[in-house]
């Protein structure tokens, strides 16, 4: 779709814009988390200060908030991970009665709203009567978290050729040998693409969390709790530089893996 | 030729315990999907859709008014609450607001689609698609946090008016009725705003997804046609592009209707639906009105997704 002429002026404004609008905003935060200024949210900041950074390190609340996300980002990627593949594997190999409703199933948790997953879950914990812990918490990131995972890894399995897996048993390998020695390599990037979104997608979850972490508190929740009733405002923009930080870098990761691949995978589109 | 005896024999001896689980999984590929379903499905099954139930099930109970407590037996009448003058206003608020929100970043988000799928190249349409890609997966939060810094009524928007000396623009803004309010960050103008952010980059990437499978050929064809590239652009690109602005529709429409994290922080205190279900099941305890409002935006999408199958959207997705 090249076009010989370029791309009006107009075109290249409204574009530029719509581009500065999505990411000034953040370039903000880095900037309030350096105010003196800790009452309001006062533009231009009175005066620069890093006395923030060492608020923020010596609070016991914000690394104990830090450490459940991590835990949780981290179990939940792995769950995802293997019933992701799993349900990629089915999905991009084979044709079976219900497999556009297996699809469906699978998005449905990020199609509809977070509140609906995040309702339907505290729900059903309160007529199951479980109490709200760790895993309660893990059990709704996870439900999400698949897609990303099997989006990733089917799109993989259906540009890797067929005839690869057939050669493999051809030459004799099992079906084991092939997905150790054949499958697992062509879509390891894939995966690992997929982990780290479904990483980042779940350490900012702040949604489907409120209804399922009881008394516990994940970053985004500590965050939540700190908009509403602000103490040290320049210590929540500390933190958020640090979410950005925490969420962007996974993906970046994500992109540069898995961009050879989309680069192949567009010849034969 | 030695080589290939090897895994021969291994047929011939029967192979170990794997090699016999292996054979039967390649050759039954009905217990092979088996397997590989089955985890997947069970979870999904059983702790989403079985929460999903859960939810719609309790929209059936009602809520006793003197004890206070959910009695548990098939009633309508939680759904007949659900449509008093109240609830109604929220959930037409919410609708209209869903609606606004599509329409603006519809068009903020076309030209920087067109742009990246017709005339960014090499670095740049990189740089574009991870312009877009960063903010659609990361750091929900603390971009609605930033539009409460942007917003409030000391903030840089304020200062930016009074520096180029159009505080009075502002002030006639928000005094406008319906959407304006005591300040940007207190007034639906603000929520509006802080939604339109947040979804954009839902809208750009299947727009430009769709652009991008336009064939360079038929818009040649239509200028060698006699098209200007106006014509072009209305009769040509305009029609094909349209499932992408659909399926992007149902995430800047889904997400809205279902938000209560944005109106809550940025916005005045009239509800939305989302807040109107957070509240119920919080703070009044009133789950089967709570699940009632929750049954609306999934009726509403389910019509929604079903006109966007008939335009084609879901190729684009």
Known sequence: MRSKSGASTTLKLAAAGGLLFLHLPLLLIFLYAFTTEEKSYQFPPPGLTLEWFAVAWGRADIWAALGLSLRVAAISTLIAMLLGTLAAGAVARSRFFGREAVSLLIILPIALPGIITGISLRAAFNLAEIPFSFWTIVLGHATFCVVVVYNNAVARLRRASGSLIEASMDLGADGFQTFRLVILPNLATALLAGGMLAFALSFDEVIVTTFTAGQQSTLPIWMLTELVRPRQRPVTNVVAVFVIAATFLPILAAYYLTREGQHAGGEGK | ????????????????????????????????????????????????????????????????????????????????????????DIIIRTVTMAASVTLASAAIAFPIAYYAARYARGRWK?????????????????????????????????????????????????????????????SYLGTFLVFLYIWLPFMILPIQAALERVPASLIEASGDLGATPRQAFATVILPLALPGVVAGSIFTFSLTLGDYIIPQIVGSSRLFIGQAVYTHQGTAGNIPLAAAFTVVPIVIMGFYLWGARKLGAFNAL
């Open chain 2, 1 to 88: 030729m030695a080589d290939a005896a090897l895994p021969l024999r291994a047929v011939e001896s029967g192979g170990g315990l794997l090699r016999r689980l292996s054979d039967l999984l390649v050759t039954r590929p009905r217990l092979m999907l088996l397997v590989l379903l089955g985890p997947p499905l069970v979870w999904l099954g059983v702790v989403y859709l079985g929460a999903l139930f859960a939810l719609l099930l309790q929209s059936f109970f009602s809520i006793d008014e003197f004890s206070g407590l959910v009695r548990r037996e098939f009633t309508l009448r939680t759904y007949g609450e659900l449509l008093q003058p109240a609830n109604l």
């Open chain 2, 126 to 186: 990189a740089l574009f698609y991870l312009a877009v890609m960063l903010p659609l997966w990361s750091s929900y939060l603390v971009r609605v946090y930033a539009w409460k810094l942007i917003l409030a009524k000391e903030g840089i928007v304020t200062w930016i008016f009074a520096e180029l000396h159009l505080t009075w623009l502002l002030d006639g803004i928000l005094a406008l009725p319906v959407i304006g309010g005591p300040s940007l960050s207190i």
